[in-house]
């Protein structure tokens, strides 16, 4: 059984920073493309970030380019997302996503596996 699951979520005053963690288990994804989304109250779900399996490219959508980094640690079949410079309009679930390709993809529907979701609340 594949499994995603988030964590580092959490509250953080404007400013601050928080490193979300996602530990996959029942496949090595070494050969998959790892992604960050994001879905605020209200709001359809976004691409956030995105590398591709042996970690070598990275893509970033432009509201979080400079503050947030996306990075994995093979042997730890682990993915991150580190946030620094947090604004209020990051709040929102953020889940991580896997696809069997070599390339990003921005569309959720591109992805098939996700996780559960963690919280990123940022207050002003």
């Known amino acids: 059984q594949v499994q995603l699951v988030e964590s580092g979520g959490g509250l953080v005053q404007a400013g601050g920073s928080l490193r979300l963690s996602c530990a996959a288990s029942g496949r090595t994804f070494s050969n998959y493309v790892m992604a960050w989304f994001r879905q605020a109250p209200g709001k359809e779900r976004e691409f956030v970030a995105g590398?591709?399996?042996?970690?070598?490219?990275?893509y970033l959508t432009d509201s979080v380019k400079g503050r947030f980094t996306i990075s994995r640690d093979k042997d730890k079949n682990t993915v991150y997302l580190q946030m620094n410079s947090l604004k209020p309009e990051d709040t929102a679930v953020y889940y991580c996503a896997g696809r069997a390709s070599y390339f990003i993809k921005r569309s959720w529907p591109e992805y098939n596996y996700w996780g559960q979701g963690t919280q990123v609340t940022v207050s002003s």
């Open positions: 590398i591709t399996g042996n970690g070598g490219s990275t």
